[in-house]
């Protein structure tokens, strides 16, 4: 017969053998439960979307210019070619045509908020828009456009763009002149023209938005530099 401390051992280590079970149990179902849930709050370190190299764009210049038009409707998905040419050809590298502009222009920081489905063949979320290597770098998954047109006075179009672009500088290097215009801005403009005419050559619209509150904007994309311009784009109606 077994001595009762004998008993109360054996009962103590089933006792203990039950609980940790029950705990690995709990760990493995909370474990599963993170990964279904969308953790679209959280900050990614970075994967790479390599985009397609952009053919030319067939319209005139002139065109272009005589067609340039600030539009707010917008039907989705778009394509993902026409996504890439307009990424291309708004944002590559400052030539040498530029002056004393150029190294503003290519400091310029380009971020991209892409709505659910409205890109075709890339996911919703925030990225930073990689110049040299015309590429995307993932910094946050989901979509926040309703964030974004919150953040711009809740002007209806960011939400419903199909993605928006946002220019950002840190304007430390910003040089005044006449005390009126800083060169960031004054780059951030033309940036802005070369949006609207590659929309128009690609049958895209978009529109510039200079009306936002800049805290909330840095928030959204979690940075420090200052918010430039929001610009909407999508397929024309």
Known sequence: MERPSSIWMVGRRRFIKS????????IAALSALLILTPQRKEWLDGEVIELPKPPRISMLVEEAIQRRRS?????????????????????????NGYGALQTVLNEIVVYVAVGEGRVEGVPA?????LRDEHALKMLREG????????????????EEACFNIVLFSDLKGGVLQEGVVE????????????????????GLGCVVIGAFYDDRVKEIFNTTKTPLYIIPVGDRV
Request: overall charge positive; charged content about 15%.
């Open 19 to 26: 609980i940790l079970l029950l705990a690995s149990s709990i």
């Open 71 to 95: 539009i707010r409707e917008y039907k989705h998905p778009i394509d993902l070619v026409r996504f890439s040419q307009l990424l291309f050809y708004s944002f590559s590298r400052a030539g």
């Open 125 to 129: 979320g925030i990225y930073l828009y």
């Open 143 to 158: 979509s926040f456009l309703k964030e974004l047109a919150s953040a711009a006075v809740n002007q209806v179009w960011v």
């Open 183 to 202: 060169l960031p801005h004054l780059c951030a403009g033309i940036l802005g023209e070369r949006v609207y005419l590659a929309a128009v050559g690609l």
